[in-house]
């Protein structure tokens, strides 16, 4: 058995509307039937563009957000049935690394506060210099110096709070740590030393992590498997190298494909595929497949009817796609242009409306005027070529001041010259 198993998991927000009654009118669907496992030890990545429900669903599993169905099991007990007080005991167990390092952490708080305040709330530690010791021990093992514990958050960098937000999580000996965003918000050198330490409390103390991110290149690094979501649901799910090296879901194949390759040649030679449409909203999704609006290989009669399940293709690889193996194959052709002309297929409408209107100076059209001008008078006002072909002189712009005020006084004029 897994330790953590999430089955049909769906989290839906009420919309409510009313002035003096409240009432439900629709839900936003975050998170709808979502099922993964995690082993002991290893690493999960979930990726997916932004408001596909990932921080919802690793939200759910701490129970931050109540679940609407479904059921996340860690070792053995089902979390989405406790109650509040158990839970808040079971909670030791599963601890959260949040996006934003500074906004997680109590400004008014120091270090050695913040980090005790679990242990003393689950009853870790005999006392304070026990917990102390422990916090120190901590602190060491993220790379911070023992006299950081009298600071306060404000003090460090990004990244030395991003590794304060991590010994918090560790000081309660979790068996599962969810990571959302952990890098997101450093700079490039420092995520790979926040990345580096995951990696070796991993190996020292065998933890278990859910990392949920949208960069491709850290998710890569550090899973052992990889989830990729779209509008609440699971598409595809693989092992790490697996997935990167053959995706097979038209999604993930459009994710792979932005991601940059540090090779010119190769760079120029791939195939890029580019999505059209917008991303639906999560409070009136499609039907059937949640993608077939911006698939390239959607089929209507199938895709727009049928919703996929998650089906496994061999070695772990699950895809919830109808054609998986018809488009790996190539045996099935687009219904959409995936190239440059995905975006600009509408361009050539637009220029074709302002043709008319390129010659015709903004000075010669009504603020409001809404129709193209008669061509002929067009033509009268607008300069030739050989006219507008050399600057205005001092002498041309004191003839057109002339004709516009001929009662000024020579004084006047002279002034102006």
Request: charged share 30%; glycine share 8%.
């Amino acid at each position: 058995m897994s330790l953590l198993e999430l089955d049909g998991v769906k989290v839906h927000f009420p919309i409510k509307k009313g002035v003096f009654v409240d009432r439900t009118v629709g839900h936003v669907y975050a998170v709808d039937g979502v099922s993964l496992k995690v082993e002991a030890g290893e690493t999960y990545g979930l990726v997916g563009e932004s408001g596909c429900g990932k921080t919802t669903l690793g939200r759910s599993v701490l129970r931050l957000v109540d679940i609407t169905e479904g059921s996340v099991v860690l070792d053995g007990t089902d979390l989405a049935k406790l109650p509040g007080e158990e839970m808040r005991r079971f909670r030791r167990r599963l601890q959260m690394v949040f996006q934003d390092p500074l906004g997680s952490l109590n400004p008014r708080q120091n270090i050695e506060s913040i980090l005790s305040e679990g242990m003393i709330a689950h009853g870790v530690g005999k006392d304070q210099e026990e917990r102390r010791e422990k916090i120190k021990a901590i602190l060491d093992k993220v790379g911070l110096p023992s006299n950081a514990l009298a600071r306060y958050p404000h003090e460090f960098s990004g990244g030395q709070r991003q590794r304060i937000g991590i010994a918090r999580a560790l000081v309660l000996e979790p068996d599962v740590i969810i990571c959302d965003e952990p890098v997101s918000a450093l700079d490039v050198s420092v995520q790979a030393q926040v990345i580096n330490l995951l990696d070796e409390l991993q190996e020292e103390l065998g933890l278990t992590y859910v990392v949920i991110a949208h960069d491709l290149a850290v998710v890569r690094h550090i899973s052992d498997t990889i989830g990729v979501m779209y509008l609440g649901s699971l598409v595809e799910e693989a092992p790490s190298d697996a997935l990167y090296a053959e995706p097979k879901h038209p999604y993930t194949k459009a994710l792979m494909s932005a991601v940059p390759v540090p090779d010119p040649e190769v760079e120029d030679r791939r195939e890029r595929i580019l999505l059209t449409g917008d991303l639906p909203s999560p409070a009136n999704p499609p039907s059937g497949c949640r993608f077939h609006t911006r698939c390239p290989w959607a089929r209507a009669e199938r895709c727009a009817t049928e919703r996929p399940q998650l089906r496994d293709l061999g070695g772990g690889h699950r895809v919830a796609c109808h054609f998986a193996e018809e488009i790996e194959s190539g045996k099935l052709a687009l219904t959409r242009p995936t190239g440059t002309e995905a975006v600009t297929e509408g361009e050539d409408a637009v220029v074709e409306q302002t043709e008319g209107e390129a010659k015709v100076p903004a000075v010669l059209l009504p603020a409001d005027s809404t129709t193209k001008p008669d061509a002929t008078a067009v033509e009268e006002k607008v300069p030739s070529a050989v006219e507008a072909s050399g600057d205005r002189t001092a002498d041309a712009v004191a003839r057109d001041l002339d004709a516009a005020e001929p009662d000024r006084s020579d004084k006047d004029r002279e002034k102006t010259d």
